[in-house]
């Protein structure tokens, strides 16, 4: 392809500074989830109950944001640009929410633990979102867009190693999460997030291109629904989401009742990840020398395949956990990189169709999915030891049936949803050849030189009738091809 088409390399160190922010804000997740509910129900005697509520309000706030921050973000230039600007927005409410969260003062409560959560979860969905749909306007080249994701996700791996490390490391070292080791974890994020931000605002250049108006975007929701490979790959990343998330939720109790090693659940989850950051680069040569969608399938058959036999595993079953551990982390690469790079080419289609720039909806959306699907995966697993009568307080963890209604919720359960991700995807109708008439078409209408495709009417359209045919690598003015 042509640097008229938009495509060209970031050298590798700009790439490296804008990934950086995701060491940060990878403590946004998964830490988070591990420590706070811990410390404020035990250590600040709030109890589980009170603290799973307000938690559960806060991430519901928290996905009903998503859209809107999305549709804002797309629509409302700030200073320093459309992606830049909005993620130094987001850095004072992010930097605050960790800090009252991580430090909180003494009396404090739910109210407390409500506010702030709300307040963290907007600032992160600011910046998270914000370095996504930069990501995905860095480049219209099929490669360069996964090496530009690949990059910032294996930042993110970084950044869970750490979050998960420090407060155990800083609070002496034993298993429970100390009051000193969640004030160094806040401040170490409070510190980071500025710098590594300024890096790569500083650092990396932002794409010129126009805002999309808000009414425009909700007018025009009808195109994303259309949207057929958009369609296929959100179904494929909520089953593959759900998947992931009945083990993520049972890992510690797995470990500890059915595995009967608790004491191993920090260095196996470090295993997971380390394994994760590793493969990164192999999954990314292997879509380069296939296609993404061909490299995500062979990364879910191979998780699929080595976790399965987590469902059968037992008492003193380390090494072959420790298997499980390394392969099924090895995929973690691809599976984090990969579906939102192929996402960043699903918003081609809409740029065609609509004349509008919503990369910033486009990962909202994808946003609220995400945690839409470990919600479901939270909701289901919990009642279904439950009524098996698993108790986390008995040493027998309430009889050999609740162990094996956990072990096969932990290993066989997500396996169903696994393959159905896969039967959505391998067939995946944007290739790379599609994507590049895509770019190249895209390119010659940004072109002020190039009138308006005969049929397709300007953005501004009541009507618009333009659509891309994912049968052709030329984009074309069909309505029957959005189907």
């Known amino acids: 392809m042509t640097a008229a088409a938009g495509i060209a390399t970031l050298p590798g160190w700009r790439l490296a500074l804008f990934g950086l922010p995701g060491l940060p804000l990878a ?33 519901i706030w928290d996905m009903i944001t998503d859209p ?20 130094v927005a987001g850095l004072p409410f992010t930097i605050a ?17 409500l506010v702030w959560s709300i307040v963290l979860h907007l600032g992160g969905t600011m910046m998270a979102l914000s370095q996504q749909a930069w990501a995905a306007e860095l480049s219209d080249g099929y490669d360069e867009r996964s090496r530009i994701i690949t990059v910032r996700e294996v930042f993110v791996i970084l950044g869970t190693l750490a ?75 909520i089953a593959n989401g759900f998947a992931n998330g009945l083990p993520a939720t049972l890992f510690l109790l797995y470990v500890s009742h059915v595995i009967g090693r608790p004491d191993l659940a920090g260095p196996l989850l470090f295993v997971y990840f ?3 950051i590793l493969a990164a680069p192999l999954w990314l040569r292997l879509a380069a020398r296939t296609s993404k969608h061909r490299a995500w399938t062979i990364a879910m058959a191979i998780a699929t395949s080595a976790f399965l036999p987590a469902a059968f595993l037992g008492t003193g079953d380390v090494v072959p956990f420790l298997i499980i551990c390394i392969a099924t982390g090895a995929t973690l690469g691809a599976d984090l990189a990969l579906p939102n790079a192929m996402q960043a080419d699903v918003i081609d289609i809409d740029r065609l169709e609509t004349g509008q720039e919503r990369a910033g909806l486009f990962f909202a959306l994808w946003g609220f999915a995400t945690k839409a699907a470990l919600a479901l995966g939270i909701g289901t697993a919990f009642p279904l030891i439950d009524a098996a009568g698993f108790d986390s307080a008995a040493d027998d963890g309430g009889g050999a049936l609740a162990l094996t209604v956990l072990a096969l919720v932990y290993g066989a359960l997500p396996v169903p949803f696994k393959i159905w991700a896969i039967l959505l995807v391998r067939r995946f109708p944007l290739t790379r050849e599609i994507q590049s008439g895509l770019a190249e078409e895209i390119a010659r209408r940004r072109s002020p030189a190039v009138a ?31 189907s």
């Open 68 to 87: 809107v921050v999305g549709v804002l973000a797309d629509a409302v230039r700030l200073p320093g640009g459309r992606r830049r600007g909005w993620m």
């Open 452 to 482: 308006t495709p005969p049929g397709c009417g300007p953005p501004s359209s009541r009507k618009p009738s333009c659509s891309l045919s994912v049968a052709a690598p030329r984009a074309s003015c069909s309505r029957s091809s959005a």
């Open 97 to 113: 929410g960790i800090w009252m969260l991580m430090s909180p003062p003494d009396g404090a409560g739910a109210v407390h633990l």
């Open 163 to 237: 979050a998960i490390a420090l407060p155990v490391l800083a609070g002496g070292g034993g298993t429970a999460v100390t009051a000193a080791g969640l004030a160094t974890l806040g401040a170490a994020i409070a510190l980071l997030l500025p710098v590594t931000t300024a890096a790569a605002v500083i650092a990396v250049p932002e794409p010129d291109r126009p805002v999309a108006r808000a009414r425009g975007q909700l007018a025009r929701l009808g195109a994303l629904v259309a949207n057929r490979p958009f369609r296929r790959l959100i179904g494929a990343y």
């Open 274 to 276: 380390a394994a994760g």
């Open 27 to 59: 403590a946004l997740t998964l830490p988070l989830y591990i420590y706070l509910p811990t410390y404020y129900a035990d250590t600040l005697g709030l109890g589980l109950g009170v603290v799973g509520g307000v938690l559960l309000a806060a991430r």
